[in-house]
């Protein structure tokens, strides 16, 4: 059964950090492309950042400078480190983990965790 557990959510000022960890299980996390992304209320939900099997990253432009995405292959975890918040950085923060397999991909996500920013 595959698991993915996002923590380190929760409320936070303006111009903080918080730290998001995904632990997979289930997968061969190595062979999987592993993302964060979020949702606002009456938003879609839209990528944040994401990491290849090789450690290759892309961020959306929001987010650049401010969000590092990491992983470790050995202890099966995503990282999301967020400094410099923004209340318009609040919503709903998932872990996504993409499979592929020649031409057919698939996806596993979290539950997700609430991220707050606000004074």
């Known amino acids: 059964q595959v698991q993915l557990v996002e923590s380190g959510g929760g409320l936070v000022q303006p111009g903080g950090s918080l730290r998001l960890s995904c632990v997979a299980s289930?997968?061969?996390?190595?062979?999987?492309?592993m993302g964060w992304y979020r949702q606002a209320p009456g938003k879609q939900r839209d990528l944040v950042a994401d990491?290849?099997?090789?450690?290759?990253?892309r961020y959306a432009d929001s987010v650049k400078g401010r969000f590092t995405i990491s992983r470790d292959n050995v202890k099966n975890t995503l990282t999301l480190q967020m400094n410099s918040l923004k209340p318009e950085d609040t919503a709903v923060y998932y872990c996504?983990?993409?499979?592929?397999?020649?031409?057919?991909?698939?996806?596993?996500w979290g539950q997700g965790t609430q991220v707050t920013v606000s004074s």
């Open positions: 996504k983990a993409t499979g592929r397999r020649i031409s057919v991909t698939w996806d596993y």
């Open positions: 289930g997968i061969t996390f190595s062979n999987y492309v």
């Open positions: 990491i290849s099997s090789v450690g290759s990253t």
